[in-house]
């Protein structure tokens, strides 16, 4: 799985600024880098440069940099369709991508994260998707890719190479030394200014202040209602009934009016349950499809509690004490949640503050000390604030982990678990914590349990797991050497509609969209080795049209809300089916309709054949025979698409209910209950 992003919002804080005293040793083992297998950084092959990474994956994250550099200072692509150097990357690409590296996913990498090297800016040591579990810390490379690749806007960066994060390549803004900035913490170091790196100084555009674009939001799709014949299950001792309508809430004037500038006139299943739930006081584990409004399901019932409990208008103060922490794993998720808190919470006192990797540190504390009652970061970024005492968790009444599974799992959990245990942090029974995502694999709910209260509550909207069924799921056998071609003639067919692709790797997501913007494709893209800003340039390009093709790894997966993404395209499958129900839950939100086509390479795919058969069936989805043969045959004949395997938690893993357990349809009586097919789809 492409797990490029996560690891520097994770680690870099680490270094430099809040390193519990017993883990200290750990993190500076590898300070110098070289606990690393550094792969020398000039290799004029890219296939070459690609095989290399794939072997420094067994010791380490070695990774040439070769590939971005020289790719585009040297426009190899402008010399078009050049199949030999394309084969050359793929065979690279190919031997990175077999067996067990690249299904490694959660498994192999996320186990290597001990080393915590630390990379100078010049660092070889570059994560990738797949490898950079355990990778480079700092100084990961960035690509060439510059603008918002327009067509034929991708440039040469000559030389350009940088980190993200703690490290500018040369054509950013750099501050060395002690800089301009007064914070000492910059000084110090952290995600955004280690001594040993120049600093970060993206500072990213202020949100907007108008009241339009505050509530701007999109439609409602045609199959919003049909939410309310999706099963809902709350297991768990004596949960609170659902409401039906934002009235029954009860929720102050203000919110209400923002509720309905912000188009919301009736609940979806996870708000009806989460609502009563949250605001009983109660914690929460709640599982539902993507795109089917979970961030106000936690948002609306915390500020209700706010303005209940007569918050005051937080001020100006050194240290902050926020009732509210929300984390997420990505910036621009992060980033995302933190623009409808502020959007609910308009016009009333509690004030939310964002802050993430990849911008200045400076300009986040700045924000923070003007007050914060909401919280919203990052992990990394949010460890680095603490650790500089601009933010004291005494009055942390609730944590929200989004995307719960991913907060939870080997990359984010030691994280979390430090943030729980960090000082002033209130004890479990003294707080709420509420754990929201569409996915929610068994080990990760048993090692939820270590948050949450013992009678937390888990609610499962239709099938934890499931794909959203708004969106048509095509699988296509596509070989590695005919993607290309099939793609442009996807998108030239799809036109202008906004199509978001996925890749396994940053290295791969710069040249499919460098060779799209050669095809006249208007294409940007997003990674991990971007720059915030272009991550933020581009992410913008394509939200409003500019780029109507988003070339894009993992770190776009989770949780983003555009509007209008028509098209979701797999070029590479994913290495586990969560990572794909989240990817293709990037279109069909909110009651729309999306499509979701995936190349299957029957050389590196074939162990998604069992869970994508499920999954499709599961959804009601057409399964390709060729692809349940291939279940079949990699799993023997005791499979079956349609049984239940352990690929997904059925239910809250506790199993044992304590006492009431509702099956409801969210809320509405038995004459509406869904038809039999949903009946079979639930078990
Ligand atoms: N009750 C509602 N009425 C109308 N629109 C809503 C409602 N609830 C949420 N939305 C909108 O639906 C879209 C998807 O919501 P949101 O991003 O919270 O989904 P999600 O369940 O968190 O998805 P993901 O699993 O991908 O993170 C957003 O644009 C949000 O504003």
Known sequence: MGDEDWEAEIIKPHISSYVPVFEKDRYSSGANGDTFNRTPASSSDPGESNKRENTSTVGGFGVGKSFGNRGFSNNKFEEGDSSGFWRGYQDGNDSEASGSSRRGGRGSFRGCRGGFGRGSPNSDYEQDEGTQRSGGIFGSRRSALSGAGNGDTFQSRSGSRSGRGG???????????????????????????DTQGPKVTYIPPPPPEDEDSIFAHYQTGINFDKYDTILVEVS??????????????????????????????????????????????????????????????????????????????????????????????????????????????????????????????????????????????????????????????????????????????????????????????????????????????????????????????????????????????????????????????????????????????????????TFLCQEKISTTSIHGDREQREREQALGDFRCGKCPVLVATSVAARGLDIENVQHVINFDLPSTIDEYVHRIGRTGRCGNTGRAISFFDLESDSQLAQPLVKVLSDAQQDVPAWLEEIAFSTYGPGFSGNARGNVFASVDTRKNYHGKSSLNTAGFSSSQAPNPVDDESWD
Not at 285 to 309: E, N, V, W, Y
Not at 425 to 450: D, N
Not at 486 to 509: C, P, Q, S, W, Y
């Open 236 to 513: 768990g001792h004596d949960p609170p009934p659902a409401i039906l309508t934002f009235e029954e809430a009860n929720l102050c004037q203000t919110l209400n009016n923002n509720i309905a500038k912000a188009g919301y006139t009736k609940l979806t299943p996870v708000q009806k349950y989460s609502i009563p739930i949250i605001q009983g006081g109660r914690d929460l584990m709640a599982c539902a499809q993507t795109g089917s409004g979970k961030t106000a399901a936690f948002l609306l019932p915390i500020l209700a509690h706010m303005m209940r409990d007569g918050i005051t208008a937080s001020r100006f103060k050194e240290l902050q004490e926020p009732e509210c922490i929300i984390v997420a794993p990505t910036r621009e998720l992060i980033n995302q949640i933190y623009l409808e808190a502020r959007k609910f919470s308009f016009g009333t006192c509690v004030r939310a503050v964002v802050t993430y990797g990849g911008t200045q540190l400076g300009h986040s504390i700045r924000q923070i000390v003007q007050g914060c009652n909401i919280l919203c970061a990052t992990p990394g970024r949010l460890m680095d604030i603490i650790g500089k005492e601009k933010i004291g968790l005494r009055q942390v009444k609730y944590l929200v982990l989004d995307e719960a599974d991913r907060m939870l799992d080997m990359g984010f959990g030691p994280e979390m678990k430090k943030l729980i245990s960090c000082p002033g942090m209130p004890s479990k029974e003294q707080r709420q914590t509420l754990m929201f995502s569409a996915t929610f694999p068994e080990e990760i709910q048993r090692l939820a349990g270590e948050f949450l209260k013992a009678n937390y509550l888990f609610v499962a909207v239709g099938q934890v797991g499931g794909a959203c069924r708004d969106v048509q799921q095509t699988i296509l056998q596509v070989g590695q050497y005919s993607k290309r071609e099939k793609l442009v003639e996807i998108l030239r067919n799809i036109g202008d509609e906004r199509t978001m692709v996925f890749v396994e790797t940053k290295k791969k997501a710069d040249f499919i969209a």
């Open 167 to 193: 490290y500018k390549g040369l054509n950013e803004e750099v501050i060395t030394g002690s800089g301009k900035n007064s914070w000492k913490s910059e000084a110090e170091g952290g995600e955004s200014g």
